[in-house]
């Protein structure tokens, strides 16, 4: 357990696994070593664990893991609960699948599909209509660091993103600097301790003790190597990790960050 910063509200961690487009069958195996490392660590683990595979695998995910705790999350959800919108998964077929959350407003999403804070907030209210915890994903670009409006920016695509009234089991909010997603670059811990803080400030001023007690992660270029030290600083709660989650070596590498 860790504390957060702005109250006293013990806050388990979440390490998430985000597969993105990758994962045929085969992949299967890596997600069961975690699980089955998982329950052989029993309570050793102090931190909940998922994988959001692509949603081809969230069923099976589901029906084939469980044994060590591993919870099965989507990577999008359309807003809608059924309809004509070929190609989309809507929160409730996520759910129905097996699914306890689902990613909202990843970077990749909002560059490759236009996604913008209202409707990655209408995503939110999918999920929660469905009864999936939304994991909101906010970071800028390198052009806005560079520009010094990380600040501005992940304080806008908070207020935008998330709804009124959620609470710290229904939201985990991820942060993730674009320009350290897949690159190998993560921030200076300072750089990740300001904006973390400000999120958490941001998320107590408008959901009191939910937002002391919300879950903030960080993701990008997340590694076995450099876990111990990110997920040290001060109102992380977690990390949402690409790459280094495709193998189960890599990803429990960076869950021993919590193993007591
Ligand atoms: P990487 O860990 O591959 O940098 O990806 C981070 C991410 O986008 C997780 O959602």
């Not at 909010?173 to 904006?195: F, H, K, N, Q």
Request: proline residues 3%; hydrophobic residues 45%; negative net charge.
């Amino acid at each position: 357990m860790t504390e957060a910063d702005a109250g006293a509200t013990p806050i388990r961690p979440l390490v998430a696994g985000n597969w993105k487009m990758n994962g045929l069958k085969a992949a299967l195996s890596e997600a069961l070593a975690v699980d089955e490392a998982l329950a052989e660590a029993g309570a050793g683990v102090a931190a909940d664990v998922m994988i959001c595979p692509p949603a081809t695998m969230v069923m099976v995910l589901a029906e084939l893991s469980g044994m060590g705790g591993l919870k099965v999350g989507g990577q999008d959800c359309h807003i809608n609960a059924a309809g004509a919108h070929t190609g989309d998964v809507a929160a409730e077929m996520l759910a129905d699948a097996g699914a306890s959350a689902v990613i909202v407003g990843h970077s990749e999403r909002r560059a490759d599909h236009g996604e913008t804070d209202r409707i990655v907030h209408q995503k939110v209210l999918a999920a929660h209509r469905a009864g999936l915890t939304a994991i909101v994903c906010v970071g800028e670009t390198i052009g806005q660091r560079q520009a010094g409006l990380t600040l501005d920016v992940v304080a806008r695509q908070l207020a935008g993103s998330i709804p009124d009234n959620v609470t710290a089991e229904t939201v985990v909010v991820a942060y993730e600097p674009v320009w350290a997603i897949g690159t190998g670059l993560t921030p200076r811990p300072e750089d990740v301790a300001e904006v973390h803080l400000m999120i958490r400030e941001r998320l107590c001023a408008r959901f009191g003790a939910e937002g002391a007690g919300m879950r903030i992660l960080y993701g990008g270029s997340v590694k076995p190597s450099n876990a111990v030290e990110l997920m040290g600083i001060a109102n992380v709660n977690g990390a949402l990790v690409g790459g280094a989650s495709l193998s189960a070596k890599d990803f429990l590498g960076i869950i021993e960050a919590y193993r007591d």
